[in-house]
C-alpha cells in the first residue's frame, strides 16, 4: 500500500518507517530537512521536502503522493515538561493536531485516500476517577488544570473529527507514554538523566497511574492499524498501567540510579506545581483490549517492568 507519514524522522519514526518498507508498503515521508531527505532515501522511504505549516505545501505534497492512507506522527515536543507551560509547550503539536490534520483530510479527500491514522494521547487526557485502567468510552477530564486546557482542546478536537469525517476512514490512537531509543525514557533520555541524579522523586505517594509503550510495539500497532480495525480510538499501551510509586523505582533500578526520593504533597506543589500534581498523584492509564482484539496486535514489551531493563537502547 502507498503510505504518506508526516512526523517520520520522529522518535517513532525511527521504528515506524523500517516496519512499514519490511511490510512492503510504499512509504513517502515529509520533512522539512534536505539532509533528512537524503537519509530517508538511502532507507528506501521517498520524501518530500516541505514544511507541514505551509498548507498550499502540504497539499500539494499530498497530492503528489497520492497515498491510499495517511500517518499523522508529528509532534513537537523537544524539551517538554514544565506542567505550568504546558499549553505554550504542546502549541506547535496543538496545531498540528487540529490545523495540520484537518488540511491532511482535505488533500486526503480529493484524491481518494482511504485512510488517515493520527496521534492521541492515553493518560492524563482521561478523566482521574474510577479505575486505573481507561477504556475509550470512558470520559476525558472535564476539568484540567488552567495550564493543560488547550491541549485537552486540541485532543478533543482531533478525536471529534474521528468519530465525525465519513468522507475517509479516519482512526486516532493514544499512545500511552512513549520509552525506548529516542525518547525521555530512553538511554541518555531527559527522565533516565533526571532518574540517574535522583532529580525526579516520588511525589505525594506517587498514586498517578501511567501507562507506557515501547516505541517498537507503538510501532507495530500503527502498522496494523494501516488495514485492520475499524475507525475510531484506540488505546496503544501495555499490559500494565502502573502508579508512579511502583514503576518509577524500578526504573531507577533498571538504569542502576539509587531509588528516587519521596517528595510531600505540600512541596510537590511548590517544586512542580499544582498543575502537576495530578500527574503524579491522580491520572489513570488505560486499558489495550480494544487494541488486541480489533487491531489484532499484542506488545512485544507487555510490560513496561521488561521494556525498562530491556528496550532502552
Ligand atoms: N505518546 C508519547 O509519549 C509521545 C508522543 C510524541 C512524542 N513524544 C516524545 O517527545 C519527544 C520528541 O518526539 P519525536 O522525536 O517523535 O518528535 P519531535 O522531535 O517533536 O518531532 C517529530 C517530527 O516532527 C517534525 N517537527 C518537529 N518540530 C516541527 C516544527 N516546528 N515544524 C514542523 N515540523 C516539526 C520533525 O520533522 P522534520 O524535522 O523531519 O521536519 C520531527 O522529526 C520524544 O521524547 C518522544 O518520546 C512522546
Avoid at 495530578?278 to 486499558?287: E, N
Wanted: charged share 25%; glycine share 10%.
Amino acid at each position: 500500500m502507498k503510505v504518506l507519514v508526516t512526523g517520520g524522522t520522529g522518535a517513532i519514526g525511527k521504528f515506524l518507517l523500517p516496519l512499514l518498507v519490511e511490510n512492503r508498503h510504499e512509504v513517502v515521508a515529509l520533512t522539512r530537512s534536505a539532509s533528512k531527505a537524503g537519509q530517508l532515501e538511502e532507507s528506501g522511504v521517498s520524501a518530500i521536502i516541505v514544511d507541514p505549516l505551509d498548507k498550499p505545501g502540504l497539499v500539494a505534497a499530498v497530492r503528489r503522493a497520492e497515498p491510499e492512507a495517511i500517518i499523522h506522527q508529528l509532534s513537537a515536543l523537544t524539551g517538554a515538561g514544565n506542567f505550568r507551560k504546558f499549553d505554550q509547550e504542546f502549541a506547535l503539536t496543538n496545531r498540528f493536531r487540529t490545523e495540520v490534520t484537518d488540511t491532511l483530510l482535505a488533500a486526503g479527500r480529493t484524491i481518494g485516500t482511504r485512510r488517515l491514522i493520527a496521534q492521541s494521547y492515553c493518560g492524563w487526557p482521561y478523566a482521574h476517577k474510577g479505575g486505573p485502567a481507561k477504556t475509550e468510552d470512558d470520559p476525558l477530564d472535564p476539568k484540567p488544570p488552567e495550564s493543560f486546557t488547550k491541549t485537552l482542546a486540541a485532543i478533543r478536537y482531533l478525536e471529534d473529527k474521528v468519530r465525525s469525517t465519513t468522507f475517509l476512514e479516519v482512526l486516532a490512537l493514544r499512545y500511552g507514554m512513549f520509552y525506548g531509543p529516542g525518547t525521555a525514557i530512553g538511554k541518555g533520555g531527559e527522565m533516565v538523566r533526571m532518574v540517574k541524579k535522583r532529580r525526579f522523586p516520588v511525589f505525594g505517594g506517587g498514586g498517578g497511574v501511567w501507562s507506557f509503550i515501547h516505541l517498537l510495539d507503538a510501532a507495530r500497532a500503527t502498522v496494523a492499524a494501516i488495514s485492520r480495525g475499524a475507525p475510531g480510538i484506540y488505546n496503544i499501551v501495555d499490559d500494565e498501567p502502573a502508579k508512579v510509586a511502583t514503576w518509577l523505582p524500578a526504573l531507577a533500578k533498571a538504569v542502576e540510579a539509587k531509588p528516587p526520593y519521596k517528595i510531600p504533597y505540600w512541596l510537590g506543589e511548590i517544586m512542580i506545581g499544582k498543575e502537576g500534581m495530578p500527574i503524579m498523584t491522580q491520572v489513570r492509564g488505560g486499558s489495550n483490549a480494544k487494541a488486541k482484539r480489533e487491531l489484532n496486535w499484542t506488545p512485544v514489551y507487555p510490560s513496561w517492568r521488561i521494556g525498562f531493563v530491556d528496550g532502552l537502547e
